[in-house]
């Protein structure tokens, strides 16, 4: 039987069961199907679209530009020694920290594809720059689910200090191989290429937005069938019962299925239990990002011939240390302590913005930064220019 039967029929049966279930699952529970569909349109029209879309126009701009080749000259010193890429990978770290997934591992797949940096390069920075945002760590997850600006800011000191060290330990992958060293001439910046790059920018960019919109539909009335059928709550048993040794119950084991698929809807669930087992989780979470998120990279990376599994052993890495990080912090800063209370005062007003007001500030920032990586390049090339002469 194992002879008539491979593993690409093996693997063709559980796809068809799969597909199976998942249409009769439609035909038996429409009105959740249909639920969860105008949950996620909603979550996509009110939150993804808006909050997305400058921040890949601004990549975009960055790389087809050639603005992050300039960036390079200035930060190489510094992203060479700590990361073992070449300093053009930098708006890669700078976009991802600010505008959340996936804007920092799309930033770094262009600088790849535009051959500004190596394959190798390109694999190290997808492991460490794919990373949340503020206004989301702050704002959806400090303020909306832990009611504290301080938790939030916790939170988000641990996602960033988490990457800077995935980075540092990931600059060892491939070590025989060394960041590229920048061209004696670099590229000539042009303004009269301006119109090009910002109509394929704008259009790349709400082409993006879509496909982050597709996953983040398919996931949410995924999970949402999921409870609904119970499957979520029996694959909660097995997992508790795997990870009994570990302390986790049942209901801690459904919160961490639902945050390996789905990063918001995990951390949504976080809402009761003793706040250092919750922050923890939520910093997993938050590092690891959820498979919806690495669904959306997968399709930035296309036929890239870059590595997925690098991908993966990075958020893996950056969730474990997150959590670790976090549960340090707790000890050495605990939210009650007057350091952590003057530092929460300091991002309360952000977490509590309303929708409207944060959207301006993000796109506020994503054309600041924008500005601010323009008026580098013209002082590099001018100061190149000088050199020259």
């Known amino acids: 039987m194992g002879k008539l039967v491979g593993k690409a029929q093996y693997r063709d049966i559980l796809l068809g069961t799969g597909l199976l279930w998942a249409a009769l699952a439609l035909v038996l529970w429409p009105e959740q199907a249909m639920s969860a569909m105008r949950d996620g349109v909603a979550l996509c029209g009110n939150v993804i679209l808006p ?5 890949f126009v601004l990549s975009s701009l960055v790389v087809e530009l050639g603005m992050s080749r300039y960036l390079g000259r200035l930060l190489e010193p510094v992203m060479a020694p700590l990361f073992q890429v070449n300093g053009n990978c930098a708006a890669a770290l700078a976009l991802g920290f600010v505008g959340g997934y996936p804007v920092g591992a799309r930033t770094a797949i262009q600088i790849y594809e535009n051959g500004q940096c190596s394959r190798t390069e390109a694999e190290r920075m997808l492991a460490f720059c794919n990373n949340s945002g503020p206004a989301f760590i702050l704002g959806v997850v400090g303020a909306g689910v832990f009611g504290s600006g301080a938790a939030g800011l916790l939170l988000y000191l641990a996602h960033l200090l988490a990457s800077l060290l995935v980075g540092m330990l990931f600059r060892f992958y491939r070590p025989g191989e060394r960041p590229q060293t920048r061209r004696s001439r670099g590229p000539q910046f042009q303004a009269a290429s301006f119109p090009k790059a910002f109509t394929k920018s704008v259009t790349g960019a709400m082409q993006s937005t879509l496909n982050i919109c597709a996953f983040v539909l398919f996931f949410t009335v995924f999970l949402r ?5 119970g499957i979520l709550v029996r694959l909660g048993q097995i997992l508790s019962a795997l990870l009994s040794p570990l302390g986790m119950d049942q209901t801690w084991a459904e919160r961490l299925l639902t945050g390996l698929m789905e990063v918001s809807s995990g951390v949504s669930s976080l809402t009761d239990g003793s706040l250092p087992g919750r922050l923890s989780m939520a910093a997993f979470m938050l590092g690891w990002a959820g498979v919806s998120v690495h669904c959306q990279v997968l399709a930035f990376l296309g036929d ?7 991908y993966i052993a990075g958020k893996l890495l950056h ?7 976090t549960a340090a912090l707790l000890r050495l800063l605990p939210l009650s302590s007057p350091a952590s209370f003057y530092l929460a005062e300091q991002t309360e007003a952000i977490a509590q913005l309303d929708f409207q007001k944060a959207l301006t500030l993000s796109a506020t920032a994503a054309w600041g930064m924008w500005l601010a990586f323009f008026a580098l390049t013209v002082w590099v090339v001018q100061k190149n220019s000088g050199k020259r002469r």
């Open 319 to 325: 969730g474990i240390l997150s959590a670790v990080l």
């Open 225 to 229: 069938i999921l409870a609904h059928a």
């Open 304 to 310: 890239s011939g870059l590595s997925v599994r690098t």
């Open 51 to 55: 909050s997305l879309f400058p921040f």
